[in-house]
Nanobody, 123 residues
Framework: QVQLVESGGGLVQPGGSLRLSCAASGSTFRIDAMGWYRQAPGKQRELVATITSVTSGYKTVYADSVKGRFTISRDNAQNTVDLQMNSLKPDDTAVYYC??????????????WGKGTLVTVSS
């Protein structure tokens, strides 16, 4: 069994910063792409940022709405992925979900999701 657990959400004023972290644990054999998605009230879940594995060169992709403000990074040794969020706007308010494309020790590949962490940007 694989678990992804997010942390770091909270309330922040517009223009502020937050850092989200996600740790993968359990029966992981290899973690390929990891990413962050978000879902605002009344809206569909959307991609925020993704990062490939070290063997793929840690390539990153960002949603246009967060380019230049958010930075995704990962630590393969710790099985973690972080999202540094700067210059936050009220439109960034959402539940943020961690995602990992993971091969388990039984050599089963699937997309796994965390339960989400709430980010609220408000004065």
């Amino acid at each position: 069994q694989v678990q992804l657990v997010e942390s770091g959400g909270g309330l922040v004023q517009p223009g502020g910063s937050l850092r989200l972290s996600c740790a993968a644990s359990g029966s992981t054999f290899r973690i390929d792409a990891m990413g962050w998605y978000r879902q605002a009230p009344g809206k569909q879940r959307e991609l925020v940022a993704t990062i490939t594995s070290v063997t793929s060169g840690y390539k990153t992709v960002y949603a246009d709405s967060v380019k230049g403000r958010f930075t995704i990074s990962r630590d393969n040794a710790q099985n973690t992925v972080d999202l540094q969020m700067n210059s936050l706007k009220p439109d960034d308010t959402a539940v943020y979900y961690c995602n990992g494309n993971i091969v388990t020790r039984a050599l089963y590949r699937a997309d796994y999701w965390g339960k989400g962490t709430l980010v609220t940007v408000s004065s």
